[in-house]
């Protein structure tokens, strides 16, 4: 990438104003990863100003547009987003948000599930509390950049038993369709120190919200920035609340551009850029 490509976008900037004509004013195709979360619907009215549940599909589509436009081909949308309940049932604008992204133009790639393990106990007459969000997966293209290998895990216990006796159907089963060499064939993993992940993440969220209602935790943003992106690479986040996404891209080495409606967010977020940088000799990023 050069500066006379992307003469217009600045990047390690928190940048105040509405998300949608901020997005309006950077190029095509100069964002390699976007993720984010938007104000919930009509929750935390008076923190943020969430969306009616009657609008909120109305809401975000030109906002999801002009992620489109500003996603680099091989890019991926990663929406952090949860229905919530009103009179005592789901409410469908997120399912309806997908089917009109789709309509955009948009593949629902994949679907993530944010386990919140250490969440709050409750109960509702018909319902118990809520202890996951979806994070769901959006390209613009089925060819898109993915490095598995930046988030593997241990391959932990289970393994002990479960690959000291295998059976033959264990070491013939479900072969790859796809060419991956792995499949369902759990004879693979045979010596192998770490494994994929699964689409469930089990992710503690913060105990200190940093003056923000809704900050998600450090490590959500992080493992979706190594999973999608590279070193160098530009990370998106049009609702960037209190900086949590900016933090995650200094400590990977990749360039952030986020979008701040509320000014006290705004100034929230670039203290905890200007607090990281304290705390590692100041060094900043350049233009691009």
Request: glycine share 6%.
């Amino acid at each position: 990438m050069t500066i006379d490509t992307f003469s217009a976008l600045e990047v390690d900037k928190i940048i105040q104003g509405d998300s949608l004509t901020v997005l309006r004013s950077l190029p095509d195709s100069c964002i390699n990863f976007i993720f984010t979360s938007p104000p919930y619907a009509d929750n935390r009215k008076k923190t943020y100003k969430g969306i009616p549940i009657k609008e909120y599909v109305t809401w975000f589509l030109p906002i999801s547009s002009e992620l489109k436009r500003v996603l680099k081909a091989d890019g991926t949308f990663i929406l952090n987003i949860k229905e919530r309940t009103e009179d005592g049932e789901r409410q469908t604008y997120v399912l309806e948000l997908i089917l009109e992204m789709r309509k955009q133009g948009w593949l629902w790639t994949e679907e993530y599930i944010w386990h919140k393990k250490n969440c709050y106990p409750g109960r509702w007459p018909n319902r118990f509390r809520d202890a996951w969000e979806r994070c769901l997966q959006f390209n613009k293209q089925k060819n898109f950049k993915m490095y598995q290998e930046a988030v593997m895990v241990p391959i932990g216990d289970w393994s002990k038993k479960r690959l000291a006796k295998l059976s033959e159907t264990d070491r013939i089963r479900d072969v790859s369709k796809v060419g991956s060499g792995f499949g369902k064939n759990v004879s693979n993993w045979l010596g192998k120190r770490f494994v994929y992940p699964t689409n469930v993440l089990h992710l503690s969220t913060e105990c200190a919200n940093r003056g923000h209602s809704a900050s998600f935790p450090y490590s959500l943003p992080a493992w979706f920035i190594r999973l999608f992106t590279q070193e160098e690479d530009i990370v998106l986040d049009p609702f960037i609340g209190s900086g949590t996404s900016a933090i995650a891209c200094l400590d990977l080495n990749r360039h952030y551009v986020g979008i701040e409606a509320m000014e006290s967010y705004t100034n929230l977020a670039r203290e905890s850029v200007n607090n990281w940088k304290a705390g590692h000799n100041g060094h900043s990023k350049k233009l691009i």
